[in-house]
């Protein structure tokens, strides 16, 4: 079973951390924002999109960091056992999607739909057509982790 990790987020301004199953990212713990100081200060939510149907989410609030861990692991433990390997790899292949797209304006390139033909070359070099899923999914897996 793969373990649940924690990140701190890169916000010097928040104290927050990304929770990660594997490479996928879950959920946060972090301190809420806007609220009274009688208030519990901490807030947890897990769900990641695409991956999980709408409505899957679940959050909570405690007054300390350890409660709001223990609650999200409570709440982990439940929601993953509806979860499979598809949900997982759904979140993946847009994160890619994502970072690739995002790689290749950074490098200037024409995506294949700027094109009248409908083909396009990819930062590493290889002809892409519109429908250029299997390309991005192969050659550049894990290019958004």
Same mark, same amino acid.
């Given at each position: 079973?793969? @373990? %649940?990790?924690?990140?701190?987020?890169?916000?010097?301004?928040?104290?927050?951390?990304?929770?990660?199953?594997?490479?996928?990212?879950?959920?946060?713990?972090?301190?809420?924002?806007?609220?009274?100081?009688? !208030?519990?200060?901490?807030?947890?939510?897990?769900?990641?999109?695409? +991956?999980?149907?709408?409505? !899957?989410?679940?959050? +909570?609030?405690?007054?300390?960091?350890?409660?709001?861990? @223990?609650?999200?692991?409570?709440?982990?433990?439940? %929601?993953?056992?509806? %979860?499979?390997?598809?949900?997982?790899? !759904?979140?993946?292949?847009?994160?890619?999607? /994502?970072?690739?797209?995002?790689?290749?304006w950074a490098e200037h390139c024409?995506?294949?739909?700027?094109?009248?033909?409908?083909?396009?070359?990819?930062?590493?070099?290889? $002809?892409? $057509?519109? !429908?250029?899923?299997? /390309?991005? /999914?192969?050659?550049?897996?894990?290019?958004?982790?």
């Open positions: 079973m793969t @373990a %649940l990790t924690r990140r701190r987020s890169d916000d010097e301004h928040q104290e927050t951390w990304h929770i990660y199953f594997g490479d996928v990212r879950v959920g946060t713990i972090g301190v809420r924002a806007g609220i009274p100081t009688s !208030a519990d200060q901490w807030g947890w939510s897990i769900g990641f999109y695409p +991956g999980m149907e709408p409505g !899957a989410q679940r959050s +909570g609030s405690a007054a300390k960091f350890d409660e709001a861990r @223990a609650a999200f692991e409570n709440a982990w433990r439940e %929601l993953e056992s509806t %979860l499979n390997e598809d949900n997982f790899e !759904a979140w993946r292949r847009s994160r890619d999607f /994502h970072a690739w797209k995002n790689r290749m024409r995506m294949p739909t700027q094109n009248e033909n409908g083909w396009s070359k990819c930062f590493c070099g290889e $002809p892409i $057509p519109v !429908a250029c899923e299997a /390309h991005i /999914h192969t050659v550049h897996r894990g290019i958004g982790a």
